[in-house]
């Protein structure tokens, strides 16, 4: 695994990109008035909000952009599952896990990782932190979609994960915006090497 993924804990597998050039994502990290890291990065995306809304919340919309597999309980303590492995299956205990922390209706949503991968640094500090999605309206067609990871705190292994989560959340949003600017993956081209 080389970098997260919004819709896999904000954890994936670096893909083949190909299509037009990426708008930059906006950096806005901070300090909390505690101490504490927030790394907050942002992207505009040319889509209705019920648009962005469906890409984050069901099963179809984040294979749309995110993973080939993914099972999404969009409720109260539901967990979101996903994985990269097209022949993969729900349940497999490798699979990434999030579980719905709260939202407010087609504006935020807060998950917090439950399970991560092999592999993933410091997996024992992950229950420290949570990450927030926000929509905001700019325009008739375009939404800022603004994700928050909250709770770094000081200390080698948060830094290893505050860097692991900066590149591939920014990498995430990227492929958010990519699904509106040239529609759905397809998958079996894209894992194949052909596609984006």
Sequence with gaps: MKHP?????????????????DPPVQDSSFVAPDGSRVLQQSIVVKASRKEVWDALTTAEGVKSWAVPVAAVDFRLGGIWESTYDPNGKIGDPRNIQNRYLSYLPMRMISIQPVQAPP??????LLPNLFFVLELEDLALDRIRVTLSGVGYRSGEGYDAIYRHFEK??????????RRFAEGPIDWGQTLGGRGR
Excluded at 168 to 177: D, I, M, R
């Design 5 to 21: 993924s919004i819709a896999a804990l904000l954890l994936g597998l670096s893909l083949p990109r190909g299509g037009s050039e």
């Design 168 to 177: 591939g959340n920014a990498w995430s949003l990227a492929k958010l915006h």
């Design 119 to 124: 592999g993933f640094p410091h997996p024992e």
